[in-house]
């Protein structure tokens, strides 16, 4: 089975998804990015409105920080509806993409939702996304707002650090915005450009997986009479969740209404394919990020296509997480797993879904002691 091309179906999926990524750095830049810097540039006059910031009672001080707050909230609420108008304007383009995928297995077009369908759906969608032993739950605009709030809350904080400390306003000022690069004509340093902006930026790539996978979602339903299943696809390489490790190559009916939704957690870079009747979407080859050897540190992030610790390799279009990482360097497997849970999957034969509960929330290394489900792997592995 080939399209005309001869590219497979994940092939062409995993394409569309290296857009998206590059989608979502351009969303960033230009929105979030702005927007911070915005606020940087307002900064010293709303701090120093009554004076030196040390030098006020506290009525003052609680008012300032009552101006800040409100001005850091409109300032990246304003570039977070920008960015949420551009991923609903690329959803029918997602819808689209996908469409043109099946089509050329299929023979016959994919229907395609309506615009406002497939907006009304992903503004609506709850997501839950697992973070360590806990998840959050709520739809894409109760995400944005506790990011601005969680933004407010850390400027606001680190003002009355530099109260505490008897800072000057252009010193609490330097710690929040950082300093402002004339090349670039932007600040860099400072929370703003650290925590406030790495933290939207987490939040947008997010977001960006929210609604291209709501796109698919409905696109899918729109032709459910010629589909059978929907299979979870999880990048392969060593940034990948335990939880999207644990879902990998799973399938569910098309009806069925109970399947883990996508985005699984923040960053989640998993999307989902279809069965066709009579296509099998696992056929051919995928695209496979591995260790090159295991003496080095694949610990800290990875340096783009050029990394010679890592290799681009294709690896079957079946081939399970389990599978592809016992074909890593031991090194790489404890990048990805951690040194512990390394010791349990290769030499304690724990398979990766064991790393998660039946909902998919990873679990500790304590957890699984306690669990009682990987008492084997802990012996094999001499951690008894």
């Known amino acids: 089975m080939a399209t005309p091309n001869e590219d497979t179906i994940i092939e062409s999926l995993v394409r569309r998804e290296s857009y998206l990524a590059r989608f979502a750095s351009y969303l960033i830049n230009k929105h979030i990015g702005k927007s911070i810097n915005d606020f940087a540039k307002q900064l010293p006059s709303l701090l120093g409105e009554f004076g030196e910031y040390s030098s006020l009672n506290k009525a003052d001080r609680k008012q300032i920080d009552s101006i800040i707050r409100q001005a850091i909230s409109a300032d990246i609420a304003s570039g977070f509806d920008l960015v949420t108008q551009d991923m609903i304007d690329m959803m029918p383009l997602d819808a689209e993409h996908v469409s043109d995928i099946y089509d050329d297995f299929l023979g016959q077009p994919f229907k395609i939702p309506d615009e406002k369908i497939l907006a009304s759906y992903a503004n609506a969608a709850t997501m839950v996304l697992t973070s360590g032993s806990s998840a959050q739950s709520g739809v894409w605009a109760s995400f944005v707002k506790n990011n601005i709030d969680s933004s407010s809350k850390a400027i606001i904080g680190q003002i009355d650090a530099g109260f505490n400390a008897d ?51 409905r696109t899918y339903a729109a032709n459910k009479d010629i589909i059978e299943t929907r299979i979870f696809y999880a990048v392969m390489d060593n940034r990948t969740s335990k939880t999207c490790m644990k879902w990998n190559l799973q399938e569910w009916p098309i009806d069925y209404k109970n399947y883990p939704r996508i985005p699984q957690h923040i960053n989640c870079r998993s999307a989902y394919i279809v069965r066709l009747k009579g296509i099998d979407p696992l056929e051919g080859t ?71 509960d039946i909902t998919g929330r990873p679990l500790s290394i304590k957890e699984l002691r306690e669990s009682g489900v990987a008492d084997k792997a802990f012996r094999l592995a001499g951690l008894d």
């Open 286 to 356: 995928k695209p496979a990020v591995q260790g090159t050897n295991n003496d080095v540190d694949y610990s800290t992030k990875r340096q783009g296509n050029k990394d010679s610790r890592y290799g681009v390799q294709k690896v079957p279009s079946d081939m399970t997480s389990d599978e592809f990482l016992r074909l890593q360097p031991r090194k790489y497997v404890e990048s990805s797993l951690g040194v512990t849970g390394a010791r349990l999957f290769l030499d304690g034969k724990l398979p990766i879904s064991k790393f998660s």
């Open 167 to 217: 800072l000057t306003n252009s010193e609490i000022e330097r710690n929040i915005r950082g300093t402002y690069n004339r090349k670039t004509k932007l600040y860099q340093g400072g929370i703003l450009q650290g925590r406030v902006k790495n933290q939207a930026a987490a939040l947008v790539r997010t977001g960006v997986s929210h609604y291209s996978n709501s796109a698919r979602d």
